[in-house]
């Protein structure tokens, strides 16, 4: 077997998981059209490509290979997604796990594997590859809040575009790059004034469709709207990162975020017919080092927010996990197969194994509770990744309650990376995360 390569261990891991199989959250799902549900025994996917300098852009991404391995991980076949980087086909009745295989530009191997899948239509499978930075469209947009800053230095500055990442805590005149996504629009910029106390906030959108590529938006407090109630919160565990954030049918309309580590209060934002969320990381914990490495362990939460305050309830499955991880660690180091049993961890509905080295980065998803074989490469992928040593390996555990089966997880998934479903229930907020890891860097 080869071993996987994915990226050094930052707070930001486990996003990391899950944005590699373009997972969602979790709750009701309502059908909006679009693709007709498989059969039973059809094996489907798509996959796309896109570059991390805009990863709402994505391209179709024909030639990955996708290959079926029987019980054992053996290869039963192998074929490749078509020029619309579609596939499927009617499950073979010898074939028992799913692996995507795609070799990108920098010849990085990145392998997604499904573990005997409950749910066969796999949806939209999503490969980074800064080969495709050329097909971002994108503009250089600049804020300028000197004065207000200057004049108002209790004041932090916080912008969210859809397209990109939270920034806040910006002062004087800010300069980003925002990009198209696949509908080629830039979308909204959604610019927050925050004190760091319980003083007012303001509010104001910029259309950056509207506007000319290398221009300045002179920010002035009295073109923007107060805005923004004040959360109190506890947690169960000491935090790392908090973020609140406002949804109506499935769509963020205000996000404003902190870090609890500088101080700064926490708000919400109303809007009609919305709900809102709060997502919660704790500390990271560095455990003991362990087979010349270190054992680091990561835990977050979101849950939906009524009122004024919220309690904070963090998985803590620290010990349990830790004492199993060892000996996971020390098979699949050996023997490149190993087993679990986290089916007793409320909430959980999947776990996904994640391995690291210089050139490939695999994931593979199961069951709460499964036997992981050593799922084979073709010969000539596996020739070019003999060499390849594990410097990271993982645990990440996601769920939105215990009584959701596997296969139900998995159509939910599938779903929303197709676009064909839209979160109607707050039980999108329940989603709780968990990650333990090894590395030796």
């Known amino acids: 077997?080869?071993?996987?390569?994915?990226?050094?261990?930052?707070?930001?891991?486990?996003?990391?998981?899950?944005?590699?199989?373009?997972?969602?959250?979790?709750?009701?799902?309502?059908?909006?059209?679009?693709?007709?549900?498989?059969?039973?025994?059809?094996?489907?996917?798509?996959?796309?490509?896109?570059?991390?300098?805009?990863?709402?852009?994505?391209?179709?991404?024909?030639?990955?290979?996708?290959?079926?391995?029987?019980?054992?991980?053996?290869?039963?076949?192998?074929?490749?997604?078509?020029?619309?980087?579609?596939?499927?086909?009617?499950?073979?009745?010898?074939?028992?796990?799913?692996?995507?295989?795609?070799?990108?530009?920098?010849s990085t191997y990145q392998i997604q594997s499904e573990l005997s899948p409950s749910y066969l239509d796999l949806g939209v499978r999503r490969f980074v590859d800064e080969l495709y930075k050329e097909r971002c469209s994108c503009k250089t947009i600049s804020v300028n809040w000197t004065d207000i800053h200057l004049a108002q230095p209790e004041l932090s500055l916080h912008l969210r575009n859809p397209n990109i990442e939270l920034n806040r805590n910006l002062t004087g005149s800010v300069t980003q790059n925002y990009c198209a996504d696949n509908s080629?629009?830039?979308?909204?910029?959604?610019?927050?004034?925050?004190?760091?106390?319980?003083?007012?906030?303001y509010i104001q959108e910029l259309d950056l469709d509207a506007m000319a590529a290398n221009s300045t938006h002179q920010l002035k407090l009295s073109e923007m709207s107060q805005s923004g109630n004040v959360l109190t919160w506890t947690a169960n565990l000491p935090l790392n990162a908090l973020y609140a954030d406002t949804y109506n049918n499935g769509t963020v309309q205000w996000l404003f975020g902190v870090s609890v580590s500088s101080g700064e209060a926490?708000?919400?934002?109303?809007?009609?017919?919305?709900?809102?969320?709060?997502?919660?990381?704790?500390?990271?914990?560095m455990l003991p080092e362990s087979i010349a490495g270190s054992i680091g362990y990561v835990s977050g939460a979101q849950q939906t927010v009524q009122g004024s305050s919220a309690s904070l309830q963090l998985p803590t499955n620290q010990a349990q996990l830790a004492s199993n991880f060892e000996g996971i660690l020390a098979q699949w180091r050996s023997s490149h197969s190993t087993s679990y049993d986290f089916s007793g961890l409320a909430g959980v509905n999947q776990v996904r194994l994640a391995q690291t080295s210089t050139k490939l980065r695999w994931q593979i998803s199961t069951a709460p509770k499964a036997s992981v074989v050593d799922l084979l490469l073709p010969a000539g992928d596996a020739a070019a990744l003999a060499d390849e040593q594990i410097s990271w390996l993982a645990l990440d555990f996601s769920g939105e309650g215990s009584g959701l089966s596997y296969s139900d997880f998995q159509k939910r998934q599938a779903a929303l990376s197709r676009g064909t479903a839209v979160d109607t229930s707050a039980a999108f907020d329940a989603m709780r995360y968990e990650l333990i890891y090894w590395s030796n860097q």
Request: hydrophobic share 35%.
């Open 1 to 106: 077997m080869v071993w996987n390569k994915g990226v050094p261990l930052s707070c930001c891991a486990l996003g990391l998981l899950l944005t590699l199989s373009g997972c969602g959250g979790g709750g009701t799902i309502t059908d909006s059209g679009g693709t007709t549900p498989p059969s039973a025994s059809l094996i489907k996917v798509d996959t796309v490509a896109y570059s991390e300098h805009c990863p709402s852009k994505t391209t179709v991404l024909p030639g990955v290979k996708v290959l079926l391995h029987k019980a054992d991980g053996s290869i039963q076949s192998q074929w490749t997604t078509d020029a619309s980087g579609h596939f499927e086909l009617e499950k073979p009745s010898d074939v028992a796990h799913i692996s995507l295989l795609y070799k990108d530009s920098k």
């Open 184 to 201: 080629g629009l830039l979308g909204k910029l959604q610019l927050t004034l925050a004190p760091k106390d319980a003083g007012p906030s």
């Open 266 to 285: 926490l708000r919400l934002f109303p809007q009609a017919n919305a709900r809102h969320r709060v997502l919660a990381y704790a500390e990271p914990v």
